[in-house]
């Protein structure tokens, strides 16, 4: 699975699938997870699940109070969760929504998983509990106006945010994407934004948050198109080491980079190959499905 790592938006009413939201503040992302569980409802929520590592966000909230799993079934799924995100740098906290007396509540409860996976019955104290694994530090928040200046901003703010973070070789690299992100939002949603900057080990994660739910759209290389725009995108896509969008919690949606020394392989990740509808309608409101291959 290679990025760009793209989360539809999901409605409940189409039946099967799962909600992903990202809460920019809290650095918290839910996984909202909806229908009987199957062998199609595990694959995407494996898929969903490593999509959101690569965002790493503080902490993974499982919301499972729409799941039906009367056997529990679904347990190890969660506790593979669980063990993906203690063994990032730094971890990433995995915890369930789920009623207590479902099934799956009650086996995690008698497998002991509770003593390192929190399960608890309302979103409300899980997004409490939650914000809890925020980092106090090595993490920056800027409010920007949808102004061509904001390009320019962004980019100082990544440069002051190395040096202070001992970031120094990822400068050129955050400058890019941030720039690109930046100007994307402000053509394309122009309504207020948020830039945050946050480390990732010694990695750089930037998150730029707008008004517009609709997701970013990559035109193919040979796509007239791409004469005149869209090709912020392959170079965000050429200089990150993965980058990803999904809505945000707070309405619109967000888009994020993470930049660490290493690069992906240009044989295994060909840039131009592939096509995001941004427009809603079918190709934003699929019937419960992430996109295989495409992540």
């Given at each position: 699975m290679q990025p760009?790592?793209?989360?539809?938006r999901f409605d409940p009413g189409q039946g099967e699938g799962i909600a992903a939201t990202l809460d920019v503040e809290s650095?918290?992302?839910?996984?909202a997870v909806?229908?009987?569980w199957g062998p199609h409802l595990r694959r995407d929520v494996h898929t969903a699940v490593h999509k959101t590592m690569s965002e790493h966000p503080a902490a993974l909230i499982l919301d499972l109070r729409a799941l039906?799993?009367?056997?529990?079934?679904?347990?190890?799924?969660?506790t593979t969760a669980r063990h993906h995100g203690a063994a990032m740098d730094p971890p990433v906290q995995v915890m369930v929504c789920a009623a207590a007396d479902s099934?799956?509540?009650?086996?995690?409860?008698r497998m002991g998983a509770t003593r390192y996976m929190p399960v608890i019955s309302t979103m409300a104290q899980a997004h409490a509990a939650a914000a809890e694994w925020l980092p106090l530090t090595g993490r920056l928040q800027v409010r920007l106006a949808p102004e061509p200046s904001a390009a320019r901003v962004a980019r100082a703010v990544i440069s002051d945010v190395c040096s202070a973070w001992n970031l120094g070789d990822l400068r050129d690299r955050g400058r890019l994407v941030a720039s690109e992100l930046v100007s994307n939002a402000v053509e394309h949603a122009a309504t207020q934004l948020t830039l945050t900057?946050?480390?990732?080990?010694?990695?750089?994660?930037?998150?730029?948050?707008?008004?517009d739910p609709r997701l970013p759209r990559i035109h193919p290389l040979d796509d007239p198109t791409c004469e005149v725009r869209g090709r912020g995108l392959h170079t965000v896509?050429?200089?990150?080491?993965?980058?990803?969008?999904?809505?945000?919690?707070?309405?619109?949606?967000?888009?994020?980079?993470?930049?660490?020394?290493?690069?992906?392989?240009?044989?295994?990740?060909?840039?131009?190959?592939?096509?995001?509808?941004?427009?809603?309608?079918?190709?934003?409101?699929?019937?419960?499905?992430?996109?295989p291959g495409r992540g």
């Open positions: 760009p790592y793209l989360f539809d650095s918290v992302v839910t996984l909806h229908g009987s039906a799993d009367p056997r529990g079934v679904s347990v190890p799924t969660w099934a799956v509540a009650l086996r995690l409860t900057l946050s480390r990732r080990g010694q990695g750089l994660h930037l998150v730029v948050r707008d008004g896509h050429a200089t990150a080491t993965a980058w990803g969008a999904m809505p945000s919690r707070t309405g619109g949606k967000v888009v994020w980079a993470t930049i660490w020394s290493w690069r992906r392989f240009p044989a295994e990740d060909p840039v131009g190959a592939v096509d995001f509808p941004a427009e809603s309608g079918p190709a934003l409101g699929f019937r419960g499905r992430l996109r």
